[in-house]
């Protein structure tokens, strides 16, 4: 751990950045001090200003105002592979390594070790186990094609090529991301380790609870201004960082659970379902009004289970009953007609249509219902977007906006107003907060559950343990493909589940 | 939730540059399609003179566009969808033979010749559904799946024709589709029905809104709950419906069928659907801009045509137009806003330009 009263010369030093874009202030005054070693938290609302001030610090923007200092000299860099010359290596969330190459091919693109242009291939994988032992990966080769590796093995191989460039900062915009609880720990002992190594880690999350484990200290900007610097992280309560993010007290981000009607009538009955090599014997209710979590790790067949109930997938066997009506297998159309929505677990490349306006999104699964004899009602369908987005308090509440520009936290709730919209008796939602900020998660939160209290049956998949039980009432436990228990999401806790998972995989 | 400096990013931008707001835009970019027509236009005017500025050749070269244009309109569908077609040029020639065949060996005397060219429809259709059938249901990638058509039907086009040239000789249908109406060819007309039929339904209609949903993110439609595969044989249909069409007029201005009418109209009219704006990603589809591509094309040949110039030296003008339009249309399309990162407050151009 760093102690602060040394006296260690910061190995960044940033004061008052300011950066304009056609006259809009992206960074307005913003500070921040890392130390060798250090894994410093950076925190921020989507649309702070985090990605312009990663961006100015490797390279792709040159700041109008302030000054940075690196390693006790001015820093001036006009391009990426200066900074990166420096020892300013960043690790973007959409992970930037190129799927065909190999491992070692991914590590030296760019600085290739070669003679007379001709790659040597012997001394690129030497280094490149060197650079695995090193991460504590020793067994990924350096000849694997990087396509065929995990999220969280691509991530090390980016990180590799960091400290092939001799890092001695690394910037991790959202790293947790793409990853299950599981890799996130390894994710954190590689932390670690290039910390003790001398490292510094610029460390960007949105998950608080992961920058207690491995963060120093803490800087939050908001609206491309620095609100707090070097704050302590095992001192400082969630509750201040939230209100230093959103401006806002925040008293819970989970909303308060109601006790649950017993008599509330069983919506959704699932039976036996069956996906050869996926999943199997999964039997599953959920009331009106009740929010059902499914915990589990990638790749236990959370996802799949939601998307088969939903007809995406075809089950191989098992009946799923909406209202005591049997869904035929394999059907979205039948599913989304019997009242059931989805909201996938990869927003924008199975939710959205991106470059359409909001309001095309939101009446996707309705548009036909506001047309007479196959001809649009474009005029209705922005109202009653309008009225969508007004409720749920997404501003500005303008239907032609292109769907991209939204925020994350602003583009789930055009999923929520779209089956709003539609009207659904169950919904299915699959990591309905991923790549949301914290203040946007708690209001998608209060939805669900305002949602669930109109009537709605509920079932929600998270990567994020403490998230399924601090939602749901009640909480399926999902491993390999079975389901290990079904119980009161209340009587769990994060470790318990994980308990449960593992020895369910041992099992 | 606070307003994030995106917003205000990209009005400041569209509101500093009205060059730029007049190019953003599917509007925009057809006005820059007006202005490429209006330059080949006054070039003919230079080089030709009276020859090219007469209601005549105006009108000659809006017959050239216009079988083009019927397929093309079908194909702007296809390629908004995401898709492509490369059977329309050879399923066109298969329309023409078998409608001839079926007048000359069949129905001559006992019926009118709507029913030809009915059936000259039909089987544009049906070779579109087996197009939409094999791609949608058989999971086989458009290209091969039209390129396996493209070959097929011009194969079945030989062997009915028997590699002849049919004489159509009904006065009838000749003087119907040779016909002036209120001083513009029958042909012509049925270019403007269609263009006006093709832009209501892909702008105005539900099928239109799914077709483009399809192209925007096929996923995404799929689990709205849009039957996405069956969609997708309804477009390829209609495209095989617009070759159809075609082929009929082929038949009208040429008064034969054979089995090499058509050949190459695939590339043609993918060219136009492009040059017009169409992204052959799908997503986004612009009836206008197909309908300013073809014309594009078409006064391009006449004043290559009136100048005396070989053909050669015009495909090579037309493959240079085909790149510099695209190359403009992605400048354009950079510059509207326009954004990979929705944190990022920025239109990419701005910063690099100062800098």
Redesign the interface.
């Known amino acids: 751990m760093i102690n602060d009263d040394h006296a260690t010369e910061p190995l960044l030093s940033v004061r008052a950045l300011s950066k304009e874009?056609?006259?809009?202030?992206?960074l307005a005054g913003v500070d921040l001090e890392v130390l060798p070693g250090e894994v410093h938290c950076l925190l921020g609302?989507?649309?702070a200003?985090?990605?312009?001030l990663i961006?100015t610090l490797s390279g792709t923007?040159?700041p109008d105002g302030g000054t940075i200092t690196w390693a006790g000299e001015p820093f001036a860099v006009?391009s990426p592979i200066e900074a990166i010359t420096l020892g300013i290596a960043t690790m973007y969330q959409e992970l930037d390594v190129v799927d065909g190459l190999s491992v070692a091919e991914n590590i030296f693109l760019g600085h290739e070790k070669a003679r007379a242009g001709i790659t040597d291939r012997r001394t690129t994988h030497r280094l490149t186990r060197e650079l695995m032992t090193r991460l504590g990966h020793p067994q990924i080769h350096p000849g694997t094609e990087v396509g065929t590796l995990s999220a969280a093995n691509k991530q090390i191989v980016s990180m590799a090529r960091a400290l092939s460039h001799n890092a001695r900062l690394i910037i991790m915009d959202e790293p947790s991301a793409v990853l299950d609880s599981a890799e996130v720990e390894n994710l954190f002992r590689v932390v670690r380790e290039l910390g003790a190594a001398g490292i510094a880690v610029i460390y960007i999350s949105h998950r608080l609870e992961e920058i207690r484990q491995i963060g120093h200290r803490i800087s939050v900007i908001k609206?491309?201004r620095s609100v707090a610097n070097n704050l302590p992280v095992e001192t400082t309560p969630t509750s201040e960082l939230i209100r230093l993010m959103t401006?806002r007290e925040v008293a819970s981000v989970f909303p308060t659970k109601p006790t649950l009607d017993a008599s509330a009538p069983v919506v959704l009955e699932v039976e036996n379902l069956e996906l050869p090599g996926v999943f199997s014997g999964v039997d599953l209710t959920v009331r009106s009004g009740e929010i059902l979590g499914l915990a589990g790790l990638v790749g236990s067949g959370r996802s799949e289970i939601l998307e088969t109930i939903?007809g995406?997938r075809r089950a191989d066997s098992g009946r799923v009953r909406l209202g005591g009506k049997t869904l035929p297998a394999g059907s979205?159309?039948a599913?989304?007609?019997a009242g059931m929505g989805?909201s996938?677990e990869e927003r924008k490349?199975?939710?959205?249509?991106?470059?359409?306006p909001i309001y095309?999104n939101v009446t996707?699964?309705s548009?036909?219902r506001f047309?007479r004899g196959?001809?649009?009602n474009e005029g209705v369908e922005r109202a009653r977007t309008r009225e969508q987005l007004t409720a749920l308090?997404?501003?500005?509440a303008d239907p032609d906006?292109?769907t991209?520009?939204?925020?994350?936290?602003?583009q789930q709730k055009i999923l929520l107003a779209?089956w709003l919209l539609h009207g659904t008796r169950v919904l299915l939602l699959d990591e309905p907060t991923r790549g949301v900020d914290v203040?946007?998660r708690a209001?998608i939160y209060a939805l669900i559950r305002e949602l669930a209290d109109s009537g709605t049956a509920v079932i929600v998949v998270s990567s994020e343990i403490d998230e399924v039980l601090g939602l749901s009432d009640r909480v399926l436990v999902v491993a390999d493909g079975r389901v290990l228990h079904d119980g009161p999401a209340d009587d769990l806790t994060e470790s318990a589940v994980l308990d449960l998972v593992m020895s369910g995989v041992a099992a | 939730?606070?307003?994030?400096?995106?917003?205000?990013?990209?009005h400041?931008?569209t509101r500093?540059n009205p060059l730029a707001l007049l190019f953003s835009g599917s509007s925009g970019r057809s006005i820059g399609l007006v202005i490429a027509l209006l330059v080949l236009v006054l070039v003919g005017i230079i080089t030709a003179g009276d020859r090219f500025a007469n209601i005549g050749n105006v009108l000659v070269i809006l017959r050239l566009a216009s079988i083009i244009g019927v397929i093309s309109i079908g194909m702007t569908f296809v390629i908004t969808a995401g898709g492509i077609d490369l059977s329309v040029g050879s399923v066109l020639g298969l329309t023409s033979v078998v409608a001839t065949l079926s007048w000359v060996q069949a129905f001559a005397d006992q019926s009118s010749w709507i029913v030809m060219v009915l059936i000259a429809l039909l089987v544009g259709v049906a070779a579109g559904f087996v197009n939409g059938v094999v791609i949608a249901y058989g999971g086989v990638v458009a290209f091969i799946a039209t390129l396996a058509m493209l070959v097929a039907a011009r194969g079945l086009a030989e062997l009915l024709a028997n590699r002849n040239t049919q004489v159509l000789n009904v006065a009838s249908f000749k003087a119907v589709f040779t016909a002036n109406f209120l001083g513009i060819p029958v042909l012509i007309w049925i270019f403007a029905l269609v263009v006006a039929g093709g832009w209501f339904l892909l702008n105005?209609?539900?099928?239109?809104?799914r077709t483009?949903?399809v192209g925007?993110?096929a996923?995404?439609?799929?689990?709205?709950?849009?039957?996405v595969k069956r969609h997708t044989m309804y477009l390829y249909a209609l495209a095989g419906l617009t070759a159809g069409i075609a082929g009929v007029m082929m038949l009208g201005r040429t008064t034969a069928g054979t089995s090499t009418h058509g050949t190459l109209y695939e590339l043609d009219a993918i060219a136009a659907v492009v040059v017009g704006g169409t992204l052959l990603v799908g997503?986004?589809g612009t009836i206008m801009g197909t309908v300013l591509g073809v014309l594009i094309f078409s006064t391009l040949t006449n004043v290559f045509t009136q100048n005396n110039l070989s053909t050669s030296v015009q495909a090579i003008a037309k493959g240079a137009i085909i790149v510099i339009a695209v190359i403009l249309q992605q400048r354009l399309a950079n510059r509207a806003?326009?954004?990979k990162?929705?944190?990022?407050?920025?239109?990419v151009v701005?910063?690099s330009r100062r800098?």
């Open positions: 874009f056609s006259g809009v202030r992206a609302q989507n649309g200003g985090k990605s312009t961006k923007y040159r006009s609206d491309g401006g939903y995406a979205v159309q599913a989304v007609a989805l996938p490349s199975q939710g959205l249509i991106l470059d359409e095309r996707l699964a548009f036909p047309a196959g001809l649009l308090e997404l501003r500005p906006r292109v991209r520009t939204l925020s994350g936290g602003n779209r203040g946007a209001e | 939730m606070s307003v994030s400096p995106t917003q205000t990013g990209d400041a931008v500093k105005r209609t539900t099928f239109g809104r483009i949903a925007g993110n996923e995404a439609a799929r689990l709205a709950g849009i039957n997503g986004r806003p326009k954004k990162d929705p944190e990022a407050p920025a239109p701005a910063p800098a």
